[in-house]
């Protein structure tokens, strides 16, 4: 049974993997503090857990609430190790909160924006409000 509250996305790059993880790693350790969320949003308080070149385990908390979300990203090569898939999730440690105006999807998409992963080559995302509650209305610049 999966939680009512896992939020995840799928994104393509065509970059390698290495690049892909390096990028998500340096941004996770770059937002660790308060610092990037002086003016408001969530692009701060992530702490890396645990990573290798195919899996990143980190924690977001939310600012203000404290709320801790779970983040995972899986990451695949594919064509002859050119490009990469990475499956990306985010599960809220607080069980009740499945409408969450996006944050878990943002927890997700702020680290790839943050990093420069948007502008990669070949970048595409693929999720839904099924797959991400509320990413449609989303707002990751307060989220």
């Known amino acids: 049974m999966v939680p009512f509250h896992l939020q995840c996305a ?19 350790n770059k937002w660790k503090t308060l610092a990037g969320c002086t003016m ?4 701060c308080l992530y702490k890396l857990q645990t990573s290798s070149v195919h899996f990143i385990a980190a924690k977001h908390t939310s600012p203000l609430e404290r709320f801790v979300d779970h983040i995972n990203f899986r990451l695949v090569s594919f064509h002859f190790f050119t490009c990469c898939h990475v499956s990306a999730m985010s599960i809220s440690e607080t069980w009740y909160a499945i409408k969450d105006h996006g944050t878990n999807y943002c927890n997700l998409y702020n680290l790839i924006e943050g990093s420069g992963l948007t ?21 990751c610049t307060v989220y």
Do not use: H, M, W
Request: proline share 2%.
């Open 10 to 28: 799928e994104s393509y790059f065509g970059i390698p993997c290495r690049v892909v993880y390096e990028s998500l790693v340096s941004q996770i």
């Open 40 to 43: 408001g949003g969530q692009r």
């Open 119 to 139: 502008e990669a080559g070949g970048y595409k995302e693929v999720t839904s409000d099924f797959l991400c509650t509320q990413r449609s209305s989303a707002n």
